[in-house]
């Protein structure tokens, strides 16, 4: 027997509908490239997405599964043209400007874009790699036609107002089936080439969804939220989606992601919740330090993820300005939530300290994803938080494969995707990752987590940033060194590094070096660069050899 219920597809635009039905009169507020602030309604938003999707598809011959790239900070064009090309039917995918231009280049011939719709800013790297993108169209440059360049080698290049100005605001949404494609994402945390990610309609509703429950980030039509997490980084963490759907005001903070810039709007726009990788957490704190008046009045959630939170950090929001860290973490083949770091009822009347050390691990699932950990021979492990072994997931909004197939390896028969990181869960299913497998320190046959190295060594005063590698040893195989920079104005030594370490972890985890540099190497998604360091200290010898 079937159920009587209807058959109301998840599509992407149902959430602008819903956002410009009930909600219309809220407000977005965008920094644009241009630089004035702009400000309109979801009413607004739907309107002009509309419009897009109608003049791509008569300018520009864009329909049901065409490939279409942005190159875009986050704004409110950057917005309209998701919801709009992705009401079309069309495939939105977000290029990162800050990947190397032969990155750039086989990304989008590998996902074959027909068109590139860019900000000013990235003009001039998509003048640098044009000539090896033959099969991308045209070039449409968001901007209005007061600020378009006054020459550029781009060919066959568009204003964006001009072709917006060309649609219907009264365009009609097709019908669509909810497992349409609608966003295309390349990872780089895999070996190799980068991988294309492909999500549908259906799993961003669906992981939007889960973003709002109240056992995940509980957002309601009364939060201000800010995703500094770029749009063109794991599916922007799903805000751009999530914050509609429940009818949020929305902050969008475009190019200028200094401490300074990111204050304004954090106090002016009142935000409430804001979310973006730790280095953007760590501009704004330093900026807070040299201003120490400027107070966080309206900030109640601050979510961290993209690479572990520093036990440091988290306790400057909580302590110093009275705000709440949800330490989260994903990836963009999981669209990319995969663990928020919210305390779980029967939990309330935990020891401080216990549930610091819990609040600092990556947080537990919440529905729809299942995640276990296994060893290498694929055999489940306990969740008693001490055993480490491979962490896979699964779930309706996380990747069954990647695009054209590749990297099929990372997929098994029973729909886990092994993530690659190394974790453990504990008894009340908090997950916590002790590194990635390729950057977890083998020494003696045991494992050293690069990550607690990293986050107690952030503790120490003078430290600004840290980063723990494996280096060759010819009795342990390898053996921990930590990279150091230090904080602008602030001495610290190797002594008192290590002293700082000494009794926070076990005596044989003890790095056998510390070095300083100026600068900490990143990837473009704003993690530390493993790979990089250890070629930059290839011809470094431990002072243990």
Same mark, same amino acid.
């Given at each position: 027997?079937?159920?009587?219920?209807?058959?109301?597809?998840?599509?992407?635009?149902?959430?602008?509908?819903?956002?410009?039905?009930?909600?219309?009169?809220?407000?977005? !507020?965008?920094?644009?490239?241009?630089?004035?602030?702009?400000?309109?309604?979801?009413?607004?938003?739907?309107?002009?997405?509309?419009?897009?999707?109608?003049?791509?598809?008569?300018?520009?011959?864009? %329909?049901?599964g065409?490939?279409?790239?942005?190159?875009?900070?986050?704004?409110?064009?950057?917005?309209?043209?998701?919801?709009?090309?992705?009401?079309?039917?069309? *495939? !939105?995918?977000?290029?990162?400007?800050?990947?190397?231009?032969?990155?750039?280049?086989?990304?989008?011939?590998?996902?074959?874009?027909?068109?590139?719709?860019?900000?000013?800013?990235?003009?001039?790297?998509?003048?640098?790699?044009?000539?090896?993108?033959?099969?991308?169209?045209?070039?449409?440059?968001?901007?209005?036609?007061?600020?378009?360049? @006054?020459?550029?080698?781009?060919?066959?290049?568009?204003?964006?107002?001009?072709?917006?100005?060309?649609?219907?605001?009264?365009?009609?949404?097709?019908?669509?089936?909810?497992?349409?494609?609608?966003?295309?994402?390349?990872?780089?945390?895999?070996?190799?080439?980068?991988?294309?990610?492909?999500?549908?309609?259906?799993?961003?509703?669906?992981?939007?969804?889960?973003?709002?429950?109240?056992?995940?980030?509980?957002?309601?039509?009364?939060?201000?939220?800010?995703? !500094?997490?770029? &749009?063109?980084?794991?599916?922007?963490?799903?805000?751009?989606?999530?914050?509609p759907?429940?009818g949020?005001?929305?902050?969008?903070?475009?190019a =200028?992601?200094? %401490? @300074?810039?990111?204050?304004?709007?954090?106090?002016?726009?009142?935000?409430?919740?804001?979310?973006?990788?730790?280095?953007i957490?760590?501009?704004?704190?330093?900026?807070?330090?040299?201003?120490?008046?400027?107070?966080?009045?309206?900030?109640?959630?601050?979510?961290?993820?993209?690479?572990?939170?520093?036990?440091? &950090?988290?306790?400057?929001?909580?302590?110093?300005?009275?705000?709440? *860290?949800?330490?989260?973490?994903?990836?963009?083949?999981?669209?990319?939530?995969?663990?928020?770091?919210?305390?779980?009822?029967?939990? =309330?009347?935990?020891?401080?300290?216990?549930?610091? =050390?819990?609040?600092?691990?990556?947080?537990?699932?919440?529905?729809?994803?299942?995640?276990?950990?296994?060893?290498?021979?694929?055999?489940d492990l306990?969740?008693?938080?001490?055993?480490?072994?491979?962490?896979?997931?699964?779930?309706?909004?996380?990747?069954?494969?990647?695009?054209?197939?590749?990297? @099929?390896?990372?997929?098994?028969?029973?729909?886990?995707?092994?993530?690659?990181? !190394? @974790?453990t869960?504990?008894?009340?299913?908090?997950?916590?990752?002790?590194?990635?497998?390729?950057?977890?320190?083998?020494?003696?046959?045991?494992?050293?987590?690069?990550?607690?190295?990293?986050?107690?060594?952030?503790?120490?005063?003078? *430290?600004?940033?840290?980063?723990? /590698?494996?280096?060759?040893?010819?009795?342990?195989?390898?053996?921990?060194?930590?990279?150091?920079?230090?904080k602008?104005?602030?001495?610290?030594?190797?002594?008192?590094?290590?002293a700082?370490?000494?009794?926070?972890?076990?005596?044989?985890?003890?790095?056998?070096?510390?070095?300083?540099?100026?600068?900490?190497?990143?990837?473009?998604?704003?993690? /530390?660069?493993?790979?990089?360091?250890? =070629?930059?200290?290839k011809?470094?010898?431990?002072?243990t050899?």
């Amino acid at each position: 027997m079937q159920g009587l219920m209807q058959d109301w597809p998840l599509l992407v635009h149902t959430v602008l509908d819903h956002a410009r039905n009930w909600h219309g009169s809220q407000e977005i !507020v965008s920094r644009t490239v241009e630089g004035p602030i702009h400000r309109y309604t979801y009413t607004d938003l739907d309107h002009r997405a509309r419009q897009i999707a109608s003049a791509a598809h008569s300018q520009l011959n864009v %329909g049901e599964g065409d490939v279409v790239a942005t190159m875009a900070w986050n704004g409110y064009r950057h917005l309209e043209i998701w919801y709009g090309l992705m009401g079309l039917g069309a *495939v !939105v995918h977000t290029l990162n400007p800050r990947l190397f231009t032969d990155q750039l280049a086989y990304i989008v011939n590998h996902a074959e874009d027909q068109w590139m719709f860019l900000d000013l800013t990235f003009v001039p790297i998509l003048e640098g790699v044009k000539d090896q993108l033959p099969n991308v169209k045209g070039y449409v440059i968001m901007t209005d036609k007061a600020h378009m360049p @006054a020459e550029t080698s781009l060919p066959n290049v568009m204003c964006y107002e001009d072709l917006i100005g060309e649609g219907d605001a009264e365009f009609v949404w097709p019908k669509l089936d909810e497992n349409t494609a609608c966003g295309m994402w390349y990872t780089s945390g895999t070996t190799g080439n980068p991988k294309g990610v492909v999500y549908t309609h259906r799993s961003n509703v669906l992981h939007a969804l889960t973003t709002c429950g109240g056992d995940a980030l509980s957002f309601s039509s009364r939060e201000t939220i800010m995703p !500094v997490v770029p &749009m063109f980084h794991a599916n922007a963490w799903s805000m751009a989606f999530s914050a509609p759907m429940a009818g949020a005001k929305l902050v969008l903070p475009g190019a =200028q992601m200094d %401490g @300074a810039s990111i204050y304004e709007l954090l106090d002016t726009e009142k935000v409430t919740l804001t979310a973006a990788v730790p280095t953007i957490w760590l501009m704004l704190l330093q900026y807070l330090e040299q201003n120490p008046d400027l107070k966080l009045d309206t900030l109640q959630n601050v979510v961290i993820g993209g690479a572990a939170c520093p036990e440091a &950090m988290m306790r400057a929001f909580e302590t110093k300005y009275d705000t709440n *860290v949800i330490h989260a973490w994903g990836m963009t083949e999981m669209s990319p939530l995969g663990s928020l770091g919210t305390r779980k009822g029967g939990l =309330q009347k935990m020891s401080g300290d216990e549930w610091w =050390q819990t609040k600092l691990k990556q947080g537990r699932p919440a529905y729809s994803i299942e995640m276990k950990i296994t060893d290498d021979d694929g055999k489940d492990l306990p969740n008693d938080g001490e055993k480490f072994g491979r962490l896979k997931v699964r779930g309706p909004a996380i990747a069954r494969s990647y695009f054209k197939g590749e990297g @099929a390896d990372a997929f098994d028969n029973a729909g886990w995707f092994d993530t690659g990181d !190394v @974790a453990t869960i504990d008894q009340h299913g908090y997950m916590q990752i002790t590194d990635r497998s390729k950057d977890v320190i083998k020494s003696g046959g045991e494992w050293i987590s690069s990550i607690d190295l990293e986050n107690i060594a952030m503790g120490c005063p003078g *430290v600004a940033e840290a980063a723990a /590698i494996g280096m060759p040893h010819p009795k342990w195989d390898e053996r921990p060194m930590l990279v150091i920079v230090k904080k602008p104005g602030e001495e610290v030594t190797k002594e008192q590094v290590l002293a700082h370490l000494d009794g926070k972890i076990v005596k044989w985890w003890t790095p056998d070096d510390v070095v300083f540099t100026d600068e900490i190497p990143h990837t473009a998604t704003g993690k /530390i660069s493993k790979l990089t360091l250890r =070629q930059q200290f290839k011809d470094h010898v431990l002072p243990t050899i």
